[in-house]
């Protein structure tokens, strides 16, 4: 659904830069003149976003009544959230009755390495949507729920299909979103996809052990990422190491006391 953006008033969106701050403008924003939001596009958009809405209310009222918090995990492909969830949850071991619902285009392959480590694991493939939906929405999200045992569980860990657009843009009925990001995606995605970057609670920039290899500047990464969401928390993290697994792990279970996102 990332084709769909509605602009204020419902109506086409035109950017058409011009003058001597026009090249820095177009650094800034892009050129958008391509692309228009009709007044069929946004119909469409407001009935699928809205049965959407009302699905997510419908299973933040299931998480509320069985106590289960529940946080949606976002990341492009390949960041390592699979790696990095799969180590968090060895550590939370017996501490936390955690279960997972593992967002795949295609395969179990996630789903297995997460089940692995003890916990419930259920899967939602979308290869049935338009060539493999990219993301999970509500109603898929709500088609696992009744493979989990949440009147048992504390936490439940959604993991998105992996994309860094669409995803964000779907409400799942969960209390916080993490994003996962590797060093080697560059400094500049928080400017290229900002709805992402914007959406998160908490970005854990994961694989830390490769930046002595890389020719990255972890800081503007950083800059660019308070650009788009100033109040974000940031964990610096290694799945291959375990540092900084600890302090994502408290996070992820709510101890510092993230509020339900509405």
Same mark, same amino acid.
């Given at each position: 659904m990332g084709r769909f953006h509605p602009h204020d008033g419902h109506a086409p969106h035109h950017h058409h830069p011009h003058g001597p701050d026009a090249h820095d403008h177009l650094h800034e924003v892009g050129d958008h003149s391509g692309y228009e939001t009709g007044s069929l596009r946004v119909d469409v958009l407001q009935d699928i976003l809205g049965e959407n809405e009302r699905t997510a209310d419908a299973n933040r009222a299931d998480f509320a009544t069985a106590g289960v918090r529940v946080v949606n995990v976002m990341s492009s492909p390949g960041a390592g959230k699979t790696?990095?969830?799969?180590?968090?949850?060895? &550590? #939370?071991?017996?501490? /936390?009755?955690?279960?997972?619902? !593992?967002g795949d285009i295609e395969t179990a392959i996630?789903?297995?390495?997460?089940? !692995?480590?003890?916990?419930? /694991?259920?899967? $939602?493939?979308?290869?049935?949507?338009?060539?493999?939906e990219c993301h999970l929405d509500a109603t898929m999200v709500r088609s696992a729920l009744p493979r989990l045992p949440l009147?048992? #569980?504390?936490? $439940? /860990?959604?993991?998105?299909?992996? %994309?860094?657009?669409?995803?964000?843009?779907?409400?799942?009925?969960?209390?916080? &979103?993490?994003? /996962?990001?590797?060093p080697t995606e560059g400094?500049?995605?928080?400017?290229?996809?900002?709805?992402?970057? &914007?959406?998160?609670?908490?970005?854990?920039i994961n694989k830390i052990d490769l930046l002595p290899h890389l020719d990255v500047d972890l800081a503007l990464?950083?800059?660019?990422?308070? &650009? $788009? %969401?100033?109040?974000?928390?940031?964990?610096?993290?290694s799945a291959k190491?375990? +540092?900084?697994? +600890?302090?994502?792990?408290?996070?992820l279970t709510g101890s510092d006391q993230i509020a339900p996102s509405t």
């Amino acid at each position: 659904m990332g084709r769909f953006h509605p602009h204020d008033g419902h109506a086409p969106h035109h950017h058409h830069p011009h003058g001597p701050d026009a090249h820095d403008h177009l650094h800034e924003v892009g050129d958008h003149s391509g692309y228009e939001t009709g007044s069929l596009r946004v119909d469409v958009l407001q009935d699928i976003l809205g049965e959407n809405e009302r699905t997510a209310d419908a299973n933040r009222a299931d998480f509320a009544t069985a106590g289960v918090r529940v946080v949606n995990v976002m990341s492009s492909p390949g960041a390592g959230k699979t790696t990095l969830l799969r180590k968090m949850l060895l &550590r #939370l071991g017996g501490t /936390v009755r955690a279960g997972v619902v !593992e967002g795949d285009i295609e395969t179990a392959i996630d789903a297995e390495l997460l089940a !692995e480590t003890g916990v419930p /694991v259920a899967l $939602v493939n979308t290869s049935n949507g338009f060539g493999g939906e990219c993301h999970l929405d509500a109603t898929m999200v709500r088609s696992a729920l009744p493979r989990l045992p949440l009147e048992d #569980l504390d936490l $439940v /860990v959604i993991e998105n299909v992996g %994309n860094l657009v669409c995803p964000a843009e779907f409400d799942v009925g969960e209390h916080a &979103r993490l994003m /996962v990001y590797a060093p080697t995606e560059g400094e500049d995605k928080p400017l290229k996809y900002p709805v992402m970057f &914007r959406a998160a609670d908490a970005v854990a920039i994961n694989k830390i052990d490769l930046l002595p290899h890389l020719d990255v500047d972890l800081a503007l990464f950083e800059e660019n990422l308070r &650009r $788009v %969401n100033p109040d974000v928390a940031v964990f610096h993290v290694s799945a291959k190491t375990s +540092d900084g697994v +600890d302090a994502l792990a408290e996070w992820l279970t709510g101890s510092d006391q993230i509020a339900p996102s509405t």
